[in-house]
Each structure stands twice: as C-alpha cells, then as structure tokens.
C-alpha cells in the first residue's frame, strides 16, 4: 500500500499558483430684419425709462428666488445620495460585531483602549453564528454598520467593496509584513492594501486518541504512507476494528465521505498542495490521484456514512484520528472531559529531498473596518492596539479563562513557549509554511457564499469519484470552480 501512495502522491514543480443642467444665462444672439435707422430711433424714444428703483426690486426678487431654489436642489440631492456614499456611524463611537468570543473576553482590553482614548466609546456586539455572514452582509448593504467585523480569512472576495484599507499613519506595510505570519501578511493583502488585522492564528492539524495508539503500540504518522496503513482493516495492529460482518466498530480516521467528516474541504484542500494542484484549477491526473487516494478510505472500510460525524466520534473515543482545526479541541473537551487526546503534525508526503517543504493549511478568523465607517481611522487604531503583543497576551488569558483553550498568536515569536503544547504545539511547528484557499468547513457563509459553494462543488465530485468516470467529472469540476471564483473576482492563476 505504500508504494501505491507514494505512486498517488508524487511531489513536482508548485503550481502557479448624472440631474439636468441649469439653464444657460447668456443672452442668445437674435435674427434681427433690417429697419430704417430713423423708425428704430422713434421706437426707442417712445419707450419710456423704468423706474430705476423697480429695476433693483425685481434684482432683489430674482437673487432671492435663486438662493431658494439652490437650497432646495442642494436638499433633494443629500436625500437622493446612494447609500453608498452615506458614512455609518455617529463620531467616536465605533460599534463592533464579533462572532467567536463573549463581551468578556475582549471587556478589559476595551477599557485601557477607552482610557487611552478618551473621545472613542468602543461597543462590542457579540452575533450568532446562525446565518452570521447574510446578516453581516445585508447590514453593510442597508448601510446600518456596523465600523468593525469579524469575517472568516477566506471571506476577502465576498466583502471586497466593504473593506476599508489599513492607513499607513496607523501602521506601515514593513511593520505588517513583519508582524505575521507570512501565510497571514499574503492572505489579508489585496491589490487594493491591507484589509484585516489578525488576533489569533489557527489552521489544520491531526487529533489523535492518546489511549488507543498505547494499547495498540503505535506511534502517529508523520507520512501519508504510514497514516495509511495504520487504519487499513487487513493490517494485524490495524487502527480500525470491524464485527465480522463488516460493521465499522472503531474507526482509524475518518477520511472518504464527505457527508459526515468535519473540515474535508481543508483537507482536500491540504492534499491538493501537497500535490501540487492549484485549486483554482483543479484538473490533470494530479488532481485524480488526490481524489482517488481520498476516497480508497471508503472502498476499504475505513469509514462510512453509518458513523457519527467525525467530531462526535472522535469525542466518544470511537475514532483513532481526526482532522480538524486546533479550536475543536473545545468540543471535543465539552463532549468528554475524560478523553485523553493531543494533536501532532500533519502528514506528509514523502520527500525527494530534506529540503522539499512541509504543507500545512490555515482557517483563522480576522477583524476588519467598513469603508463607509466615520470612525475608520479610530477603528484601525483600535484594531492596531487589539494586535500589540500585550493586548494579544491579555485577550488569550481570557480566552483561556472563559473558554479554557487559549489561541496561536499571529506573531510567530509569541509561540515560543507555545512550542510544547499538546493541543497548540503542531500547528506552530508549521505555521511558517502554511496555505490557504477558499476551501473551509463550518464558517457559516450561507448557501450563496464562497465556502458553501467551493464545497458543494467538490463535494459532488468526492461523492461520485471513480477511475472510470474521471476526466469528465474533473472537466464539469473545473467548470464549476472557475465560475464560482469568477464570480467573486478570484485569480484563477
């Protein structure tokens, strides 16, 4: 089976990756018949002079009637002005919607904040997930606010129009560059500048049960070669144990399926760096082998649509190991306190060379300011204040305190004491050489959003994949993903 996934997961060259007018006041040259000099005299001497005092009330009159009338087009103008061009907001009061944390965790920051700024009043809103980016969407559109957001990482296209860019005066582009991650700094630039401001760092790792693998005498993998045979049902010390019938009593990792595994589109997504497919063109027999190395999981048994989603499995101790984000060690903790488990670092491929780099894929959740904000200078500066080391160190002591998990900073050099930790550890390890795409579970974008739609996309050609049928469900597959992305206005490089 090894040389089988080695042959799948062959490492190459990267992919490139108008209202009207006023009427004119001059007087219009006239077609005058020719006269005899003489009669035009008589004419004009019989026309008496008006007096001159009426002359200045009719100015007077005339002057007043246009002032009005300014006025007045002046007023219609301001009602009829495009919502786009309106400002949200009264000045110094910035309302901000956040989504993940409670009022508390962010309360003691936004008074020092307060403190330092006395003219800006900060007011935390916190949403429900439920449908969080339509609701976001339509009250940026209805021009209701709010300044400041929380949008998932992979949201950029959908809110490009709405997203203010970070001043200079505020925060250069070196110092940006310099503060982040590199996968953060290349994922929240755009053509137009700086558009988010990170809080935390979060991406894809591998939950193992700790009680399993040491009763069966196994270490986690660190290739997708050694991941596989660890679960395959004909190896003696397999991870996956079945009844005789075939019924599925302990999973080794769910992986296959898509209708009951959490986070597959990150994990499609991370195979298809790995080997070297562009996801925004996702096509060739690289892409196949990618789809066909997926779904051997199901063909052999590994997992099935009979199973509990793969996060309630994992928490009932029924699966050996799980893909997901680090900020699921939440759930899975809630579900079963007793559960021993920890994370390690992602599989790899097998490597040509020490230098071949490592793949790791990045679903985070970043601040950003409306373009239409009053406030948008005061917004960025408190968004500035909310990355600065010590502002990050007290937001996570909080976390910790309120949902007893603390969070990956985005500034490298904080996690070095973060290095060890069971849950943390393995995506710090590969936070220098993480990716991200449009591809991520479980970020409430709503069925017309970019994520649900990528989803459906692939997910349909997961469902249906086989040898046979291939190339023409890639080419539908391309198809659909390039009109998705075009849609949004995303390179298809």
């Known amino acids: 089976m090894a040389d089988k996934v080695t042959q799948v997961f062959q490492p190459s060259e990267p992919p490139v990756h108008p209202q009207g007018k006023p009427v004119s006041q001059e007087v219009q040259p006239e077609v005058v018949q020719a006269q005899d000099q003489a009669s035009i005299a008589e004419e004009v001497a019989e026309v008496p002079k008006p007096p001159r005092k009426g002359v200045l009330k009719k100015l007077i009159f005339f002057g007043l009637f246009f002032v009005i009338l300014l006025i007045m087009l002046a007023f219609v103008a301001t009602k009829l002005k495009p919502a786009s061009q309106l400002l949200f907001g009264k000045k110094g009061e910035i309302v901000w919607w956040g989504m993940q944390h409670d009022k508390g965790v962010y309360s003691s920051i936004i008074e020092e904040f307060e403190k330092e700024n006395p003219n800006i009043k900060i007011i935390y809103e916190k949403q429900s997930p439920r449908d969080y980016r339509e609701r976001l969407t339509n009250s940026l559109a209805s021009g209701k606010g709010p300044d400041v957001f929380e949008i998932h990482n992979s949201w950029l296209p959908m809110f490009k129009t709405e997203l203010a860019t970070l001043p200079t005066s505020v925060m250069g582009k070196e ?48 290739t997708w070669d050694e991941l596989k045979k660890l679960v395959d049902p004909r190896e003696e010390k397999s991870l996956t144990i079945r009844e005789r019938d075939g019924k599925i009593i302990q999973s080794g990792i ?155 900073y985005p500034r490298p050099e ?80």
């Open 175 to 222: 110092e940006f560059d310099k503060s982040f991650y590199p996968s953060i700094v290349a994922n929240l630039t755009t053509e137009k500048g700086i558009v988010a401001m990170p809080l935390e760092y979060d991406a894809l790792t591998l939950f193992i049960n700790e009680d399993i693998f040491a009763a069966s005498l196994q270490r986690p993998p660190e």
């Open 254 to 408: 769910a992986l296959g399926e898509t209708s009951n595994i959490d986070h597959w589109p990150e994990i499609l997504a991370l195979m298809m760096f790995q080997n070297r497919v562009n996801p925004s063109n996702p096509s060739g027999q690289k892409m196949a082998d990618v789809l066909t190395f997926y779904t051997d999981f199901r063909r052999q048994n590994v997992w099935d649509d009979t199973l509990p989603a793969s996060t309630t499995a994992f928490a009932q101790g029924k699966l050996a190991m799980y893909f997901g984000p680090t900020a699921r060690a939440i759930d899975i903790a809630k579900n079963n306190p007793k559960l021993r488990f920890k994370t390690v670092r992602l599989p790899q491929l097998p490597k040509n060379t020490p230098s071949d780099p490592n793949y790791s894929y990045n679903t985070f959740w970043v601040q950003s300011v409306w373009e239409r904000s009053s406030n948008k200078e005061a917004a960025w500066i408190l968004l500035k204040f909310l990355a600065e080391k010590g502002s990050l160190q007290e937001i996570n002591q909080n976390i910790k305190k309120h949902e007893t998990l603390e969070k990956v």
């Open 414 to 493: 904080m996690n070095i004491s973060l290095r060890e930790d069971d849950i943390l550890g393995s995506i710090i390890a590969l936070g220098l050489e993480s990716h991200s795409w449009y591809l991520a579970d479980n970020t409430f974008d709503g069925n017309t959003g970019i994520n649900s739609q990528l989803k459906a996309a692939f997910g349909g050609v997961v469902n249906e994949w086989s040898a046979r049928s291939g190339e023409k469900a890639l080419n539908v597959l391309q198809e659909e993903v390039q009109k998705i992305l075009i849609q949004y206005g995303v390179s298809l490089r």
